[in-house]
């Protein structure tokens, strides 16, 4: 039986997006899960919802415990992931509002629990293939939802992250281009990873807020215009998230 867990931002927490919702209490091996489980249906498909730095936003990107979330996901019978994100662009052609269905990562964390494994005993060396993170069956089905719904969406895209909480420097942001990321945000490593790891398809969706600091004929990022840009986009995400949870078999 499908059970699809949804990790996203404060302004995804939203009891109408959940029929029958529930909190559910949890903690794992590896601790606390940033909040509270949310568990309930959409379309008749049964949902856990996950606020990935807290109910209130209080949870700085390093300081999230992400194996927590993945491990607490796993725990209630998720099946697989659905994330979601705010990023910032590093192309001219995804402006503000554009959503990115991500094919790949590049890992620019520093600090962070990036495994599991944090011994090979009893069971001998584990490396986990990371050659396509993203699952190709929910990136089908959220980039066919896009185009169902008429959302102006890249059907791929490289995202880099980076440790933060601050934003990265001129210098930064024009070798990430170089190097061939097209978004930058500072959460979907390692949690994409992770996810990997514990054998849960996982797939993000991440919503360009800012030109981060590259462009030149523009004010560089600030947290006060992603809030705002994401605000006024956040219900594309969530029609975004209900046609995909409709379609998943
Ligand atoms: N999230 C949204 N915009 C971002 C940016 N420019 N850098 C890092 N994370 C972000």
């Not at 194996?67 to 996901?73: D, E, H, K, S």
């Not at 790949?104 to 944090?118: A, K, L, M, N």
């Amino acid at each position: 039986m499908t059970k699809i867990g949804i990790i996203g931002g404060s302004g995804l927490d939203d009891p109408n997006l959940l029929h029958d919702a529930r909190d559910v209490e949890v903690t794992t091996a590896y601790g606390s899960p940033s909040a509270p489980l949310k568990a309930g249906t959409i379309e008749g498909r049964e949902v856990v919802l996950l606020a990935r730095h807290g109910r209130e936003h209080t949870i700085p990107p390093t300081y999230v415990n992400y194996r927590a979330n993945i491990q607490a996901l796993k725990d209630a019978g998720c099946t697989c992931i659905l994330a979601t994100t705010a990023c910032g662009s590093l192309r001219e052609e995804i402006d503000r509002g554009h959503l990115v269905i991500l094919d790949q990562f590049i890992d620019f964390t520093r600090r962070r629990d990036v495994s599991f494994h944090e011994t090979f005993a009893p069971h001998g060396a584990v490396h986990t293939g990371m050659a396509e993170p993203f699952d190709d069956g929910l990136r089908d089905l959220l980039n066919r939802a896009c185009a169902k719904l008429g959302l102006t969406h890249h059907e791929r895209g490289t995202v880099i992250t980076i440790e933060g909480s601050r934003f990265s420097t001129r210098a930064e942001s024009n070798m990430f281009r170089m190097w061939g990321a097209d978004v930058i945000n500072m959460s979907v490593a390692p949690e994409c990873i992770l996810a990997n790891e514990a054998g849960l398809p996982y797939a993000a969706v991440a919503m360009s807020t800012d030109y981060d600091c590259w462009k030149t004929d523009e004010a560089p990022v600030t947290w006060e215009e992603i809030l705002e840009v994401f605000k006024s986009n956040v219900e594309k995400v969530t029609s975004l998230l209900v046609e995909t949870v409709r379609n998943i078999d």
